[in-house]
């Protein structure tokens, strides 16, 4: 994702995305973690800045009446936990000479889990990944569309809901 000098592959966003919203050191892996069983990466630290709750809670509007606009209302109907944060991107570059240049993308980075209670807290637990839709071609006129959003919230989420203790990402409510 991005262009020239600033690209990142989906997994090192999602990486990224994961350490600002659980302000823990997160290394993504497709094999089981050598830290054992409920063992808790070490804080970044970011908490303890008086920007961090104000970063998460905008994170959180997006998913609410942001560029994701209903994601989290969609998400809490299907009875995922009450934490949903969301960024949204869009590369809208046409190239040269040729239009094998262009670069036409909508993204979505997103966390579902449970914060520690208070509001723009940190995320303890959960999941978080990301969306990315390329374009063949960008519109004659106006914005790409937001097809990131409409899939999270019409057939992500219904996949998540289905999985959610599957994946154990986070305890159930309660305990």
Known sequence: YGAWENQW??????NSFGRVVSDRRLTLRC??????????????????????????SGLEAVAVDGTARGLAASWREKGLPRTVLAKTGTLNE??????A???????LLFAVGQSAGQAG?????GLVGGLYIRFSQGPETGNLPSHQVDFATRQLGDFLAEYWAEFGACPPEGN
Do not use: N
Request: hydrophobic share 30%; charged share 20%; aromatic share 8%.
């Open 94 to 99: 046409p190239g040269e000479p040729t239009p």
């Open 121 to 125: 807290g940190p995320l303890q637990c």
């Open 31 to 56: 094999s089981p973690s050598s830290h054992g069983e409920g063992a808790v990466p070490d804080s970044l630290g970011l908490a303890r800045h008086g920007w961090y709750g104000d970063f998460l």
């Open 101 to 107: 240049d262009d670069l036409f993308a909508k993204s």
């Open 9 to 14: 592959t989906l997994l090192d966003l999602a």
